[in-house]
């Protein structure tokens, strides 16, 4: 994406008060299951449907002068996905990478947090009681982490959605480092994103 650049966290922290700080959350739970039997599920990723129709992840702009990254974050989590999450701290140690977009003077914050596939699972049943739910956002899904005997289903056809900013490629990334995709299969999906 033009005009973004990556930065370390105490760089964007450092940018000054023109710049505008938002952060967002993947959150994780490893899962057993299988679909239709046979294709391992491997973890469940959530993503959601934002009012725009695109992809992102859940979180929104904090504000610096009253709180931290890691109190607004808590607190877009909370009006976007519902009490359940109150149970789940995302903390600095979450953090996994800042990006500056020249143009609007964002920056944005990626976190990945990792719950138990009970707490996910409460998260979900609770999200469509969140104060934003309708609203900012329309709903949650799962990234389906398996690709299809034909190709192209699961998650080659997920990432054929729109994303907002670098929400996908924050999605590879992450699936990358925490070695929920089979190897090579990122950079496979990387390029396809280039074309």
């Known amino acids: 994406m033009a ?6 966290l105490e760089e964007a922290l450092a ?9 967002h959350a993947l959150l994780y739970a490893p899962d057993p299951g299988l679909l ?14 934002r009012f725009d129709g695109r992809l992102g992840f859940p979180g929104g702009f904090v504000k610096l ?22 149970a789940i701290r995302v903390e600095r140690a ?12 964002i920056v944005t914050h990626f976190y990945v947090k990792r719950l138990t596939l009970e707490q996910l699972v409460a998260v979900e049943i609770g999200a469509p009681h969140a ?28 990432l054929d959605n729109t994303f907002i900013g670098t929400a ?4 590879l990334e992450a699936l990358q480092d925490l070695g929920l995709l089979e190897s090579g299969s990122v950079s496979r999906f990387k390029i396809s994103a280039l074309h």
């Open 36 to 49: 239709f039997g046979r294709v391992p599920l491997r973890s469940a990723v959530l993503m959601q449907m």
């Open 94 to 105: 979450d953090h996994r990478s800042s990006r500056a977009v020249s143009g609007p003077r």
């Open 168 to 171: 996908r490629e924050q999605l």
């Open 131 to 158: 104060k934003d739910h309708g609203l900012e956002v329309l709903g949650l899904v799962r990234v389906p982490l398996y690709t299809l005997h034909d190709g192209v289903g699961g998650l080659p056809a997920f």
């Open 65 to 86: 002068q009253e709180e931290s990254l890691e109190d607004g974050l808590n607190r877009e989590l909370r009006e976007e996905l519902g009490e359940a999450v109150a």
């Open 15 to 23: 940018l000054g008060p023109k710049w505008r700080h938002a952060c």
């Open 3 to 8: 005009g973004v650049r990556k930065l370390e």
